[in-house]
């Protein structure tokens, strides 16, 4: 597989340069993130979410299955991502390039391993069926800090998904069609955002760094938090090292960007919830 | 000026019928020639009619003669260097292809550097060669290395439209402050200005005119222009 | 309903009999390994891991190749055995593939890569047997192989984990803790106190997090004081070999100019 092509000396020169100054080449402040742009579809559960020119589409559907016999009361949360060449001239189809095995290892860790959702809330008949909710991500084009965007397509997805609702009578189960009776959300233990900082030697740490950003940084450190403060991953793979109190400096940074974020994704959630007639016969 | 898209019918008729780009010639039915057009865009011509062409858009670069381009120097093979400038193949550039240079004396190039460079020879079946001098009158004529700066991606049309001197954009930054620009066909532009924040103030403007990116118009440019901090 | 052990009983044991801040016996065994370069053998209680570093030499493939720099080359395999039960972990594993990954980003700003354009440096992780602080022990124990390989570092990497159970802060965990509390692994490098790799998956308040990070630089010094011992007992028993032959037995002391310094 071919290496991607480096930056040019003067770029590499510019950006550092620019940095030291504290500034950025799309005119932002440094810890001044792009704001991202959530668009829903005709069907629940359908959102893409834009930052800047990194796009990322994220779609949720759920059916019922058996569950496998060492989690009877359990429902089943998949995520699957997929990195394709569409997204930027580097990636090629088939085989996961290390851009793709951080992406997913991220949108497992922040979507699944968090617990956001109460998968307990997804058992409909112990031992017979529950419910096996698959999230599906695309990365439609990257420009920069694919992962923030691809987890908070994500998160909203599953806000916004509704599932039909499910009567049981004993052994016997009941699916109603949206149409019948109104779908339910999902249960949501907590939401949790991600925010990634690039760090570059003698300059300050910028919030959702651009491509060009991210190719010249000397190290990326990742945060996912809910607005309750709660961190759910951090993710500093090597890069340069950083002194503890500037980890710390930035996990306040982070909390602050949080409930920004989740005030945002609520009214946009609302505004959307609005829009939609829901029929009731 | 009217606007064509691929396979239609572009009433191109004269005795020394030249076609530029975007232009096929064919045979009819009955032996009459036919000029259809090949890509999307706005049919052109000269004022005699004697050179047709299609002004379109696009963001990929061929490698066409005479071309002054700005590439990235990605390694060396014996005396040449392998020079990337966005075509389907990395282009040669002779290491003695510099004014004044000589096989004791050549130019100290490094992986990464930026050259402004000439397409000599651009034929569809070979690398694409560049050279940074005149061959005829060994002189380097603006090309070279490109040092500091910073480089641009943008449109090709956008950067026809830079390199039209009737175009506004240019003009409008250096009357706010003294910049230097190095113009490739190929889609990439190398400026260069004192202070960082200018730079930058270049960079987004080229990005909001570009078509592909919105396409500003003059007074849109100028409000977004006094908006940037310079 | 089977009982619950308990991660840390009132009168301040852990399940292992260890206190909350107590370390497990670390032991280093840095005897050469077959024709490898440096390699190295960690034990953190009953985790076991063994590392061998191949390099700096020739990049199997060109177009890998950086111009400029070294590429670090990281491969992890786990054994089947190494955990209670049986289980053939494929080298795909995404979980395997990103614990490589973080190894080779940990160490790519220490080791001085600028020094050898155009090489490769191969490093094989070998997990042997897993009780928890897995990621940690991996880390270490490269530091360790790369030092016997004289690749040159600007510091040893010192990794350990820690974990909350309820308020109260723990260090280097079993599989056990692990699989319980909300844990993080923090590695440092000792002489700047600086940084490199923190990794956490699981829920915890940020106040929490402070303590424990700033808890877990600290370790990372102590775990750093282990591991000089076993290099300088190392490198004393070679500079004795490297004497007793050229000399032929007479020692001679005013000859020797090896400094052992303990301040380093």
Same mark, same amino acid.
């Given at each position: 597989m071919p290496r991607p092509p480096s930056p040019s000396i003067p770029e590499k020169e510019f950006v550092y340069g620019a940095l030291k100054q504290s500034l950025r080449l799309d005119g932002r402040a440094m810890l001044e993130m792009r704001t991202p742009t959530l668009s829903f579809g005709p069907e629940l559960g359908w959102v893409e979410c834009a930052m800047g020119k990194t796009r990322v589409l994220a779609?949720? +559907? @759920?059916?019922?299955v058996k569950p496998p016999p060492e989690r009877p009361l359990e429902g089943i949360i998949s995520i699957h991502s997929e990195l394709s060449p569409m997204a930027s001239n580097e990636y090629e189809p088939g085989r996961p390039t290390e851009e793709e095995v951080a992406l997913t290892r991220m949108l497992d860790k922040v979507l699944r391993r968090s617990d956001a959702v109460d998968k307990e809330s997804l058992c409909v008949l112990a031992g017979q069926r529950v419910w096996h909710i698959r999230l599906t991500i695309h990365v439609l084009s990257d420009a920069g800090n694919m992962v923030d965007c691809a987890c908070l397509a994500g998160i909203v997805a599953l806000k916004h998904f509704r599932r039909p609702e499910v009567e049981v009578e004993g052994d016997e189960i009941t699916v109603h069609h949206p149409s019948e009776r109104a779908p339910v959300p999902l249960s949501m233990h907590h939401t949790p /955002?991600? /925010?990634? /900082? &690039?760090f570059f030697p003698d300059a300050p740490p910028l919030v959702d760094p651009a491509r060009l950003e991210e190719t010249l940084s000397a190290g990326l450190l990742s945060v996912a938090l809910n607005a309750q403060k709660e961190l759910c991953v951090v993710q500093k793979? @090597?890069?340069?090292? #950083?002194?503890?109190?500037?980890v710390l400096a930035i996990m306040d940074i982070a909390v602050a960007k949080a409930r920004e974020l989740d005030r945002l994704v609520e009214a946009r959630l609302q505004e959307d919830w609005k829009g939609r007639v829901v029929e009731v016969r | 000026m009217s606007s064509v898209l691929p396979g239609e019918l572009v009433p191109a008729q004269h005795v020394n019928l030249k076609l530029g780009p975007g232009l096929l010639r064919q045979s009819s039915l009955n032996g009459q020639p036919l000029v259809i057009s090949t890509r999307a865009g706005e049919v052109h011509h000269t004022t005699n009619r004697s050179r047709w062409w299609i002004e379109g858009n696009s963001r990929r670069y061929v490698p066409a003669p005479q071309e002054s381009v700005v590439g990235v120097v990605v390694g060396r093979s014996g005396e040449n260097w392998k020079v990337d400038i966005g075509s389907s193949h990395t282009a040669t550039l002779d290491g003695l292809a510099f004014e004044g240079a000589t096989k004791r004396n050549r130019p100290n190039l490094k992986v990464g550097s930026l050259l402004f460079a000439r397409v000599s020879l651009a034929h569809k079946d070979m690398e694409p060669e560049l050279e940074c001098f005149d061959a005829q009158t060994r002189k380097a004529e603006g090309h070279g290395e490109l040092k500091g700066g910073f480089l641009v991606q943008c449109s090709l049309k956008m950067c026809r439209m830079l390199l039209d001197?009737?175009? /506004?954009?240019?003009? #409008?930054? @250096?009357?706010?402050?003294?910049?230097?620009? &190095?113009i490739g066909m190929n889609g990439r532009v190398w400026i260069s200005a004192k202070d960082p924040r200018q730079v930058? &103030?270049? &960079?987004r403007c080229i990005e909001a005119v570009d078509p592909d990116g919105g396409g500003m118009d003059e007074a849109a440019a100028k409000k977004f222009f006094s908006t940037l901090d310079v | 309903m089977s009982s619950r052990i308990e991660i840390l009983n009132d009168g301040g044991y852990r399940s292992d009999g260890r206190k909350q801040y107590e370390l497990r016996d670390i032991t280093i065994d840095l005897t050469q390994q077959g024709t490898a370069d440096g390699s190295a053998q960690l034990t953190h209680g009953l985790t076991q891991v063994l590392v061998t570093v191949f390099g700096p030499r020739e990049a199997?493939?060109?177009?890998?190749? #950086?111009? +400029?720099?070294?590429? #670090?080359?990281v491969e992890m395999s786990v054994a089947p055995f190494s955990t209670g039960e049986r289980r053939k972990r494929s080298r795909a594993d995404r979980r395997i593939l990103e614990m490589a990954a973080m190894i080779a980003s940990t160490f790519e700003p220490v080791v001085q890569t600028n020094l050898y354009p155009r090489s490769q440096i191969d490093i094989y992780v070998h997990v042997l047997q897993q009780d928890g602080s897995l990621l940690p022990a991996c880390i270490n124990a490269t530091t360790l192989a790369l030092v016997t390989a004289g690749v040159p570092l600007l510091d040893f990497v010192c990794a350990v984990t820690g974990g909350v159970h309820s308020t109260s802060p723990l260090l280097d965990l079993t599989t056990l803790e692990e699989n319980d509390v909300p844990h993080m692994t923090v590695a440092v490098m000792p002489r700047t106190r600086k940084v490199t790799l923190v990794t956490m998956e699981t829920r915890l308040h940020v106040e929490r997090f402070r303590e424990l990070f700033e808890l877990a630089c600290e370790a990372g010094q102590t775990i750093h004081r282990e591991m000089k011992y076993a290099v300088k007992d190392r490198t004393v028993a070679l500079v004795n070999a490297m004497d007793a032959g050229s000399k032929g037995g007479a020692a001679d002391d005013h000859d020797r100019d090896v400094v052992m310094d303990d301040r380093i």
């Open positions: 779609q949720v +559907d @759920g059916k019922m /955002f991600c /925010f990634t /900082f &690039a793979a @090597g890069g340069s090292p #950083l002194p503890a109190e500037e | 001197p009737n175009h /506004f954009l240019f003009p #409008l930054l @250096g009357s706010r402050f003294p910049l230097e620009s &190095a930058i &103030a270049i &960079a | 199997k493939m060109r177009s890998q190749t #950086l111009h +400029d720099r070294a590429v #670090l080359n």
